[in-house]
């Protein structure tokens, strides 16, 4: 085992790639092993056939796994964490079932549930999103991230395992290429208040991508989350875009994946979720 460099990020993309539903980019390792939350030297390890990276924050930490898994390096991330202090650790595998979900389960690792691929399909579909009263939808400025940034952690907040990332931390997954498209991160506005955000961007695969959709709590349960998904999903089907893609927890605490199934979004892949918790 050894630590990844930059030049090993395409073959680290292919490792994602071959599990995960859509491909991984280049771009978004990259971005990844130059992440705040991430030491590649320490906090990552690879073979030639599998790497492990281990995104820590306080107490927390998500092990991102891809390629072919052994023992040793489940066992080199767990002594990693307890080196660093985390106490709580978090990983997910797209094989359900799978070699890397056996590996999990009896090193230990706790199924806490699944999460979801949800897909739309909107080439030659017209949507006619209805705003709540007084709401406006425009796209992102300059001057708006520290209020996007307020809203995003806040709507977050109530997921299964919310992770409030400070604003540099933030900054650097979403202010910058290859997630950051500002004509397609839309705002809603109750006057000056922000009300709710949808953070999109096109998908390396070819589609559209929700990455966050997120209302206030004082603003839910008036139709503002179907609104602003009915409203992303015009702006891509209008630009050419043959589908939409998010993720979404299963039986989501906020019920946002009903929602998703309600603007017509379904399912097309599950991820096994597993929780550790270390002594």
């Known amino acids: 085992m050894r630590p990844p460099g930059d030049e090993d990020a395409p073959f680290i993309a292919e490792l994602f790639s ?18 705040p939350l991430l030491d590649p030297e320490r906090d990552a390890r690879m073979t030639d056939a599998a790497v492990a990276m281990l995104i820590r924050k306080n107490e927390r930490a ?14 080199w991330a767990e002594t990693r964490a307890r080196e660093a202090g985390v106490r709580r650790m978090l990983t997910a595998t797209w094989e359900v079932g799978g070699t890397t979900a056996q590996l999990l389960e009896s090193s230990g690792w706790v199924p806490i549930g699944f999460g979801m691929r949800m897909r739309i399909d909107v080439a030659g579909r017209e949507f006619s999103p209805r705003f709540p009263h007084g709401i406006s939808v425009r796209t992102f ?31 650097h997954s979403l202010l910058e290429p290859p997630l950051f498209h500002p004509d397609l991160w839309f705002l809603a506005e109750d006057a000056d208040e922000l009300a709710g955000i ?46 939409v893609i998010l993720g979404a ?15 017509g979004m379904r399912v097309t892949h599950r991820r096994a979720r597993y929780k550790r918790l270390l002594p």
């Open 198 to 243: 949808a953070l999109c961007d096109p998908h390396p695969s070819g589609v559209g991508h929700i990455g966050a959709l997120g209302v206030r709590a004082p603003r839910r349960g008036r139709g503002l989350g179907l609104a602003l998904l009915e409203h992303a999903f015009a702006e891509f089907a209008a630009r050419g875009f043959p589908a």
């Open 141 to 171: 400025r300059e001057g708006d991230e520290e209020r996007v940034y307020q809203t995003h952690i806040e709507t977050f907040q109530d997921v299964l395992e919310p992770t409030r990332l400070t604003f540099e931390e933030w900054s």
């Open 18 to 35: 071959r599990e995960s539903p859509e491909p991984m980019s280049v771009e978004r390792i990259r971005r990844l092993l130059g992440s």
């Open 249 to 263: 927890e299963d039986a989501s605490p906020t019920g946002a994946d009903r929602l998703y199934e309600r603007a």
């Open 62 to 75: 998500r092990l991102d796994v891809a390629g072919e898994v052994t023992p040793e390096l489940v066992a």
